[in-house]
């Protein structure tokens, strides 16, 4: 008894996974602690065979062929099944087409047929995910949950990249101040952009020290360091990693810095009105207890760059290797 259909599709079953309206394919993280769902684009990125899979969440890494998602599984399992069937029913119409005609003028007429319900397919949609990103570094296109994540591919954190793309965002707000239409909306705007670019900077820095905390001196602490109060950060940040935060910058960049992140703090807490705290702490000779801290756009922007300079530094230091280090 032969099988020529099935025999063949033994020898070149192979079944595309279907990618989502933008590309991208669905991939689920294999760790059972994590099982984290996430979408690449497949063809960007690294070019090569056997390159391995990174959990953009947990940083789990495995051959590609372990990140399959359940859906995709159960589809290509019923694709399959499906196959099979397809090609047993080939076969048996083969055979009943040859009994047939080899029992045509004998006394017992003899004939086949092959009975059973097509296999469904078990079709599926990929999630919506949150942020989609292109690596800075391989250029892969991937979305996940969330902002931060390891790239799937290269595994490089995206913590400096998600930084840098909202202190871009916030030099647009400054940009777009010089055309407001009134100066309080102008005055908004560069005080929002304050806020923005202080938060950006406290969101990279608690994610630095989450995904290093491994190498702390004091894991539990480095997972719930802010970065609000820079001050308190710099020192945190010497007790965990024997970094100092400051040394991208000159002292009295530091200490504008740590000023416009005063300035931010009264825009939180005090109307944007100063307190007696606020010139104890940064001896701000321009500002006066009682009226509105002066917050130049000018001066918002170089805060910008310098946050940025801190990131670069602050990642270069678990990194040596890929990013520039600061200067001695
Ligand atoms: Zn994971
Ligand atoms: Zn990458």
């Known amino acids: 008894m032969s099988l020529p259909h099935l025999r063949r599709l033994a020898k070149s079953i192979s079944i595309p996974i279907p990618a989502d309206e933008d590309g991208l394919v669905g991939r689920e993280c294999p760790n059972a602690d994590c099982l984290g769902y996430f979408k690449i684009k497949m063809g960007t990125g690294l070019q090569g065979p056997n390159l391995p899979c990174h959990c953009p969440y947990c940083g789990h890494t495995a051959g590609?062929?372990?990140?399959?998602?359940?859906?995709?599984?159960?589809?290509?399992?019923?694709?399959?099944?499906?196959?099979?069937?397809?090609?047993?029913?080939?076969?048996?119409?083969?055979?009943?087409?040859?009994?047939?005609?080899?029992?045509?003028?004998?006394?017992?007429?003899?004939?086949?047929?092959?009975?059973?319900?097509?296999?469904?397919?078990?079709?599926?949609?990929?999630?919506?995910?949150?942020?989609?990103?292109?690596?800075?570094?391989?250029?892969?296109?991937?979305?996940?949950?969330?902002?931060?994540?390891?790239?799937?591919?290269?595994?490089?954190?995206?913590?400096?990249?998600?930084?840098?793309?909202?202190?871009?965002?916030?030099?647009?707000?400054?940009?777009?101040?010089?055309?407001?239409?009134?100066?309080?909306?102008?005055?908004?705007?560069?005080?929002?952009?304050?806020?923005?670019?202080?938060?950006?900077?406290?969101?990279?820095?608690?994610?630095?020290?989450?995904?290093n905390a491994e190498v702390a001196s004091d894991a539990s602490r480095a997972k719930s360091v802010s970065f609000q109060n820079l001050p308190k950060a710099k020192t945190a940040v010497a007790d965990l990693f024997g970094f100092d935060l400051a040394s991208g910058l000159n002292p009295d960049e530091w200490a504008f810095v740590c000023q416009c992140f005063q300035k931010r703090h009264l825009l939180a807490h005090r109307m944007g009105v100063v307190d007696q705290q606020y010139v104890d702490i940064t001896g701000d000779t321009s500002a006066a207890v009682g009226r509105k801290v002066p917050i130049d756009s000018d001066q918002v922007r170089s805060l910008l760059a310098w946050l940025e300079q801190i990131g670069v530094f602050f990642v270069a230091h678990f990194h040596p290797s890929s990013t520039p280090q600061p200067e001695a």
């Open 64 to 211: 590609q062929d372990h990140f399959w998602t359940q859906e995709q599984l159960e589809y290509a399992k019923s694709v399959a099944l499906r196959a099979v069937q397809d090609a047993i029913s080939r076969d048996v119409r083969d055979w009943d087409r040859s009994l047939r005609q080899s029992t045509r003028s004998s006394f017992v007429k003899m004939s086949m047929d092959y009975k059973g319900h097509p296999q469904p397919i078990r079709y599926y949609r990929e999630k919506q995910l949150e942020t989609k990103a292109i690596c800075d570094n391989c250029t892969l296109e991937y979305a996940v949950y969330g902002v931060f994540a390891y790239c799937p591919d290269c595994g490089t954190h995206n913590s400096l990249q998600i930084l840098v793309k909202n202190l871009e965002l916030a030099r647009k707000e400054l940009d777009y101040s010089l055309a407001a239409p009134d100066a309080e909306f102008a005055a908004y705007l560069v005080a929002d952009a304050l806020e923005n670019a202080v938060s950006a900077f406290d969101g990279f820095g608690r994610e630095v020290c989450l995904i």
